[in-house]
């Protein structure tokens, strides 16, 4: 009875099951049937059978919609710019010059064809669909030889271009290209960092620099854009084979404050020999002029405009001939050797020599080396120091001949005790050679000569104790010393300025005699 009651129950789970595993089966029949609706509705992608393999980008505006893998890695790299059809412009710009403007009138032409600028190898075709621009970068037929064992070459390839991308980017100088007509079409990190936040990364890319026709030589720049307008900059750039231009910038901030500093110096160095009384000329290894002063035109008679003009080192001195400032030889083949040999002598430095002019000037022209080759002529106008030297040397012979008339033998003395003049009257007296005594000659000397020829007496030790005493305690004295021969002498000596004194002797008995013409010694300071 109970095994009756079992088997109705099992048969209603068996049942239960079978319905349940139904149910599931029709539903998943359902949500495939259901995917299959949707598969069918959903439009194939744009990517699918050939696109695969290809570059290729569809924008909607600026704003890049979907990409191929290929496409993303060459937009991974391409410049900052407003959106991501400008980024991609900046990138493939020095292919495709005239890309942004194509690509603004692709809307009229449905659809363009571009050929890489210099590269037949690559082409670019822009296509505009219900208001999309979809953008395919293709290879030519001719790179299939590297699609397939070419792979490991192709990676070297690029891991070389990535090196060669980073080292320009990081290089410390900015560097860019430009079209024929002035557009620039790549530039790298530094060039972008010069524009500032300020500047709209548009493309073409602002310019920096405005270099002229300048072409490869150096050329100082600043910058016309950007947050640093006053640096100052070397620019340089070379005309590739597409007909390009690459350009270079060298920062010069330290050259250009250096030759700041070196103008700065040049006219202070001016303004100074402005105000020197000495006439200067400067000629440089080609004996050309290129300095003088205004004291050289006052003091020489040339016109300024000649000098102005830097004429030659014979052309200056030939001048100064005709203006009769510079002696005339006796004739043109010794005038040529008189140029020569002041060339050479000024070369070394030895050049010195004293020219007179007709109207009673005296130049004195000292010719010295410059670095380089250069040579200095300095010319100093000595009229007045050898008029006021020859009114000294006539006033003081015109003393020494005052001296010599006196019948007093008189001896001079320096502070140092040296005998610096003496008279006829002292040569005779003493029988002194004048042209050994002054200068030659000493105190202890003197008085030595003097007691031989004397009677021992007080004399001598009062000299003695005069000469010692200082400068400012002497006083004036007199005594007397007795000749051999019976004469007396009168002696008298006297403190003088800055430490000389004098002593002189003199013989009252006797009458003065008529004398052969006066003599005095002069000492010359060593």
């Known amino acids: 009875m109970g095994r009756c009651r079992l088997e109705p129950m099992t048969d209603h789970l068996i049942l239960a099951g079978i319905t349940t595993f139904a149910a599931l089966a029709t539903a998943l029949v359902v949500l495939i049937l259901f995917h299959a609706y949707l598969d069918r509705r959903k439009p194939p992608s744009i990517f699918d059978g050939r696109d695969a393999d290809d570059t290729v980008f569809v924008f909607d505006g600026g704003t890049l919609l979907d990409a191929t893998a290929s496409a993303r890695r060459l937009l991974a790299d391409?410049?900052?710019?407003?959106?991501?059809?400008?980024?991609?412009?900046?990138?493939?710009?020095?292919?495709?010059?005239?890309?942004?403007?194509?690509?603004?009138?692709?809307?009229?032409?449905?659809?363009?064809?571009?050929?890489?600028?210099?590269?037949?190898?690559?082409?670019?075709?822009?296509?505009?669909?219900?208001?999309?621009?979809?953008?395919?970068?293709?290879?030519?037929?001719?790179?299939?030889?590297?699609?397939?064992?070419?792979?490991?070459?192709?990676?070297?390839?690029?891991?070389?271009?990535?090196?060669?991308?980073?080292?320009?980017?990081?290089?410390?100088?900015?560097?860019?290209?430009?079209?024929?007509?002035?557009?620039?079409?790549?530039?790298?990190?530094?060039?972008?960092?010069?524009?500032?936040?300020?500047?709209?990364?548009?493309?073409?890319?602002?310019?920096l620099f405005e270099m002229g026709d300048a072409g490869s030589s150096p050329v100082r720049c600043t910058p016309n854009a950007g947050t640093a307008r006053d640096n100052v900059f070397e620019c340089y750039r070379s005309r590739l084979p597409d007909g390009d231009l690459l350009c270079y910038a060298l920062p010069a901030d330290t050259a250009a404050r250096a030759e700041g500093s070196l103008r700065d110096f040049r006219q202070t160095l001016t303004r100074t020999f402005a105000q020197l009384p000495v006439g200067i000329a400067v000629f440089d290894a080609r004996r050309q002029l290129q300095m003088f002063n205004p004291a050289l035109t006052d003091m020489t008679g040339l016109e300024a405009a000649f000098l102005a003009a830097r004429p030659t080192l014979g052309a200056f001195l030939d001048r100064l001939r005709e203006n009769r400032i510079l002696p005339e030889p006796r004739d043109y083949r010794s005038w040529r050797k008189r140029i020569a040999d002041i060339d050479a002598a000024a070369a070394t430095g030895d050049f010195e020599e004293s020219w007179t002019t007709p109207a009673g000037q005296t130049h004195r022209v000292l010719g010295r080396p410059h670095p380089d080759g250069a040579i200095a002529l300095l010319f100093n106008d000595v009229s007045p120091e050898l008029s006021l030297t020859r009114r000294f040397r006539a006033e003081l012979e015109l003393g020494?001949?005052?001296?010599?008339?006196?019948?007093?033998?008189?001896?001079?003395?320096?502070?140092?005790?040296?005998?610096?003049?003496?008279?006829?009257?002292?040569?005779?007296?003493?029988?002194?050679?004048?042209?050994?005594?002054?200068?030659?000659?000493?105190?202890?000397?003197?008085?030595?000569?003097?007691?031989?020829?004397?009677?021992?007496?007080?004399?001598?030790?009062?000299?003695?104790?005069?000469?010692?005493?200082?400068?400012?305690?002497?006083?004036?004295?007199?005594?007397?010393?007795?000749?051999?021969?019976?004469?007396?002498?009168?002696?008298?000596?006297?403190?003088?300025?800055?430490?000389?004194?004098?002593?002189?002797?003199?013989?009252?008995?006797?009458?003065?005699?008529?004398?052969?013409?006066?003599?005095?010694?002069?000492?010359?300071?060593?």
């Open 78 to 207: 391409a410049p900052a710019a407003a959106d991501d059809r400008a980024r991609l412009v900046a990138r493939l710009g020095s292919r495709f010059p005239d890309l942004a403007d194509r690509l603004a009138e692709l809307h009229r032409a449905g659809i363009v064809t571009m050929r890489a600028k210099g590269d037949a190898l690559m082409t670019l075709t822009a296509e505009w669909q219900s208001g999309l621009t979809r953008l395919t970068l293709s290879a030519s037929e001719a790179l299939a030889p590297y699609a397939g064992a070419g792979v490991a070459r192709l990676q070297v390839m690029e891991d070389e271009l990535a090196e060669l991308r980073h080292a320009v980017a990081a290089a410390p100088v900015l560097i860019w290209r430009e079209t024929g007509s002035g557009q620039v079409t790549w530039a790298n990190g530094p060039y972008f960092d010069r524009l500032g936040a300020g500047e709209a990364l548009s493309w073409p890319l602002p310019r």
């Open 400 to 526: 020494h001949e005052v001296l010599d008339s006196l019948d007093e033998a008189i001896a001079v003395f320096s502070p140092a005790r040296l005998l610096l003049m003496s008279n006829a009257a002292y040569a005779r007296l003493w029988g002194i050679d004048p042209s050994v005594s002054a200068g030659q000659t000493d105190l202890a000397q003197a008085m030595t000569h003097w007691r031989r020829e004397c009677v021992p007496g007080a004399l001598w030790e009062t000299l003695e104790e005069f000469a010692g005493t200082s400068e400012n305690l002497r006083r004036p004295g007199t005594g007397q010393a007795a000749l051999h021969d019976g004469r007396v002498l009168q002696c008298r000596f006297t403190p003088l300025t800055g430490g000389a004194f004098l002593i002189g002797f003199r013989d009252p008995a006797t009458a003065r005699r008529a004398q052969t013409p006066p003599m005095l010694v002069h000492a010359r300071s060593s």
